[in-house]
C-alpha cells in the first residue's frame, strides 16, 4: 500500500509563490525514483487537469501551456518527496491539488485510472 500526503497549499494573491510537497511513504519502502509520479488539480466546477507529471527517466511535462514556464516539478528521491512549485500565480489557477503515483510503471498517462494511489488534495486559492 503507498501513502501520499500533500501539504504546502494555501491562498495565494496573483503574481505570487506557493510551493506543494508530496511525500509518498509505505511500509514496502517504495521508492518512486524510476515510476510516474503526477500533480493534477480540479478548479471549482470544473473537472480534473494533469498540469505536470514526471516519468521514470526524469522528463517532466507540464499542461495546459499556461502553466509552463510558472509550474515545475521535481522529485526528491531521496525523501521520496514529489514538489510542484508555482510561480507567477494565477486566479486560474485557483484548484484543489493532487498528486498521484503509478508504482511499477515509467510512463506516466492523463486518465484516472491508470493511477491507483492519490493524495487528498491540497486547496490552492489565488486572489
Known amino acids: 500500500h503507498v501513502q501520499l500526503v500533500e501539504s504546502g497549499g494555501g491562498s495565494a494573491q496573483a503574481g505570487g509563490s506557493l510551493r506543494l510537497s508530496c511525500t509518498v511513504s509505505t511500509l514496502s519502502g517504495y521508492s518512486f525514483r524510476y515510476n510516474c509520479v503526477a500533480w493534477i488539480r480540479r478548479p471549482p466546477g470544473k473537472k480534473r487537469e494533469y498540469v505536470a507529471w514526471?516519468?521514470?527517466?526524469?522528463?517532466?511535462?507540464y499542461e495546459p501551456k499556461s502553466v509552463r514556464g510558472r509550474f515545475s516539478i521535481t522529485k526528491d528521491n531521496a525523501k521520496n518527496t514529489l514538489i510542484l512549485q508555482m510561480n507567477d500565480l494565477k486566479p486560474e489557477d485557483t484548484a484543489i491539488y493532487y498528486c498521484?503515483?503509478?508504482?511499477?510503471?515509467?510512463?506516466?498517462?492523463?486518465?484516472?485510472?491508470?493511477?491507483?494511489?492519490w493524495g487528498q488534495g491540497t486547496q490552492v486559492t489565488v486572489s
Open positions: 514526471v516519468e521514470g527517466d526524469g522528463s517532466t511535462y
Open positions: 498521484a503515483a503509478r508504482p511499477e510503471y515509467e510512463y506516466c498517462y492523463r486518465s484516472d485510472s491508470d493511477y491507483p494511489n
